[in-house]
């Protein structure tokens, strides 16, 4: 059955961007003499940017303020954003369920610049819309509040809706929201406790009442 709701988080699992990410940071890191580890991307995958900036800080001795260190990740990252594609079968799930009715919303950590940005590349910003950026709640994943948030600002019962996600963090997220979670990630990783675990557009598809 077609949930009334999907509400995706965008980067990694509608839109490729995760490795536009990991090559903006390695940049930014590498214009100031910090060499990351190759796990680095990895360890961060799907947290805001505050919180990834907290472990540079701590962790690689990081010596920028969070405002000039954004500053030098979004130079990197903005000038190839309008390269961005989907992620291989996610726009065709996306065009699908709006065929079918459902309700889809943008849910992201990533700040409002890159959520815009990411939609434009791929032709998703449009006014109808609606999306949610870590500038727009309090808290963001894998606190509730971002896909709470979604819920509110769409009128559907949380319990009626379904949050799609490639990242630990954003499918703990979207659990603790109440949601039916649907966690799709990039590599064979295992998911949280509560979420359904798809290897493949075909298991999303399933999972989705698509097939």
Excluded at 14 to 43: C, F, M, T, Y
Excluded at 73 to 96: C, Q, V
Excluded at 190 to 198: K, Y
Aim: one cysteine or more.
């Amino acid at each position: 059955m077609i949930p009334k709701a999907v509400y995706w988080d965008m980067d990694g699992t509608l839109i490729d961007s995760e490795p536009l990410h990991e090559r903006s940071l390695i940049a930014a890191l590498r214009s100031v003499g910090i060499e990351p580890p190759v796990d680095l991307h990895a360890r961060v995958v799907g947290q805001a940017a505050r919180p990834v900036y907290e472990v540079l800080r701590d962790q690689f001795g990081l010596a920028l303020e969070f405002d000039e260190w954004i500053a030098r990740k979004y130079d990197h990252y903005m000038s190839h954003a309008p390269g961005l594609l989907p992620r291989e079968g996610a726009m065709e799930i996306f065009g699908d369920l709006k065929a079918r009715g459902a309700v889809q919303a943008i849910v992201s950590n990533s700040d409002r610049m890159v959520v815009d940005a990411n939609l434009r590349a791929v032709g998703l910003h449009e006014p109808a819309m609606r999306t949610i950026s870590r500038n727009d709640v309090r808290c963001g994943k894998p606190d509730p509040e971002p896909y709470l948030r979604a819920a509110w600002l769409t009128g559907i019962d949380p319990a009626d809706t379904v949050v799609m996600e490639d990242s630990f963090t954003g499918a703990s997220a979207g659990v603790a929201a109440g949601m039916r979670t649907i966690f799709w990630p990039q590599d064979p990783v295992d998911g949280p406790d509560g979420a359904l675990v798809a290897r493949s557009a075909g298991d999303v598809r399933a999972f989705l009442g698509l097939n």
